[in-house]
């Protein structure tokens, strides 16, 4: 069974930092990338980041740019979020997720096979 488990979620003020880890367990997957979502309540679920495995090229949704940072260490087979200066809207379930095919698009959740139970982070004004 392959497992994806978040951890680091909480409660921040704004203006605050947290960094979120995702641990891959189980039976072994050869990812070809990596990516977390996020869902706020009565919203859809969207792109945040995400990082070839291989290579480590980065992708960010645009409001993300210069706040977050996402890293792995394929070694712990972790993949890391690093959230600065966070925002009320920043408040989300956060998912990591994990897919093996090298076609799919960074920012397609659809794309992802595997992926975490989510990660509350709550950020308060």
């Known amino acids: 069974q392959v497992q994806l488990v978040e951890s680091g979620g909480g409660l921040v003020q704004a203006g605050g930092s947290q960094r979120l880890s995702c641990a891959a367990s189980?039976?072994?997957?050869?990812?070809?990338?990596m990516a977390w979502f996020r869902q706020a309540p009565w919203k859809e679920r969207e792109f945040v980041a995400a990082?070839?495995?291989?290579?480590?090229?980065?992708y960010y949704a645009d409001s993300m740019k210069g706040r977050f940072t996402i890293s792995r260490d394929n070694a712990k087979n972790t993949v890391y979020l690093q959230m600065n200066s966070l925002k009320p809207e920043d408040t989300a379930v956060y998912y990591c997720?994990?897919?093996?095919?090298?076609?799919?698009?960074?920012?397609?959740?659809?794309?992802?096979?595997?992926w975490g139970q989510g990660t509350q982070v709550t950020v308060s004004s």
């Open positions: 997720a994990g897919s093996q095919s090298s076609s799919t698009y960074y920012s397609d959740a659809f794309g992802y096979e595997y």
């Open positions: 189980g039976r072994t997957v050869s990812y070809s990338i």
């Open positions: 990082i070839a495995v291989s290579g480590g090229r980065t």
